[in-house]
């Protein structure tokens, strides 16, 4: 009773900390699509391909939220193998996210690491970090402590596995539960005999008699 509350509390928690990465991502997707509305309106119908900063965010937003689908799905399975896929998923997010904070704070150039942004919005974005430095650390702190106490979370409950009284190993579990019930059906059972049968025998056994007396 106890490992089955503590398996249903893990699972509350990974799908509540799993909703941050999520929330992480709709805002990465909302944002990319409000720049795809800017730059097409800056450059009309003269150039159809988006810069590779709206596309990376784009991109970025989308796969947060496929791993928070599947973050969902496995915290309700508790299945083995969709824990360890998302626990990989969520730790690949974590090592392109030091590898960025990386280069930003030991490479002094690291700007031109990156392609040129035409649309500007790059620099922007940098500004609105510069200017609201402490809101972005808190948020990049929150959004980073929930994909590392997701991971905790789903090694946790793998090891932990799937509740034992909801799932069978084989079909044989079953047999010793269908078993009492198949002996009272037997026990219970009625035997009728047909009235016409039992003359017929009486009939031939009177018969047989006669010809043996003969």
């Known amino acids: 009773m106890m490992g089955r509350m503590a398996r249903s509390c893990l699972q509350s928690v990974l799908k509540l900390v799993n909703s941050v990465i999520g929330l992480a991502g709709m805002g990465m997707i909302l944002y990319s699509l409000w720049?795809?509305?800017?730059?097409?309106?800056?450059?009309?119908?003269?150039?159809?391909?988006?810069?590779?900063?709206?596309?990376?965010?784009?991109?970025?937003?989308?796969?947060?939220?496929?791993?928070?689908?599947?973050?969902?799905?496995?915290?309700?399975?508790?299945?083995?193998?969709?824990?360890?896929?998302?626990?990989?998923?969520?730790?690949?997010?974590?090592?392109?996210?030091?590898a960025v904070v990386a280069d930003i704070f030991l490479n002094r150039s690291w700007e031109e690491d990156f392609p040129e942004d035409p649309t500007g919005k790059f620099d922007e974005l940098k500004n609105f970090i510069k200017s609201n430095a402490e809101m972005c650390e808190w948020v990049s702190i929150s959004v980073v402590a929930a994909q590392a106490i997701s991971i905790f979370l789903a090694i946790v409950l793998r090891a932990l596995g799937p509740d034992p009284g909801n799932y069978y190993d084989s079909d044989d579990d079953l047999v010793p539960?269908?078993?009492?019930?198949?002996?009272?059906?037997?026990?219970?059972?009625?035997?009728?005999i047909d009235p016409n049968l039992s003359q017929q025998g009486v009939s031939w056994n009177i018969k047989i008699n006669d010809k043996a007396n003969n």
């Open 177 to 192: 539960a269908r078993l009492p019930l198949l002996r009272n059906q037997s026990q219970h059972a009625s035997y009728s």
């Open 35 to 98: 720049m795809i509305r800017v730059w097409l309106k800056q450059i009309g119908s003269s150039d159809s391909n988006l810069p590779w900063f709206i596309i990376t965010f784009l991109i970025l937003g989308v796969f947060f939220c496929f791993v928070t689908c599947s973050g969902h799905i496995a915290a309700e399975t508790v299945n083995g193998h969709c824990l360890s896929c998302y626990t990989v998923l969520v730790f690949l997010i974590l090592i392109l996210e030091a």
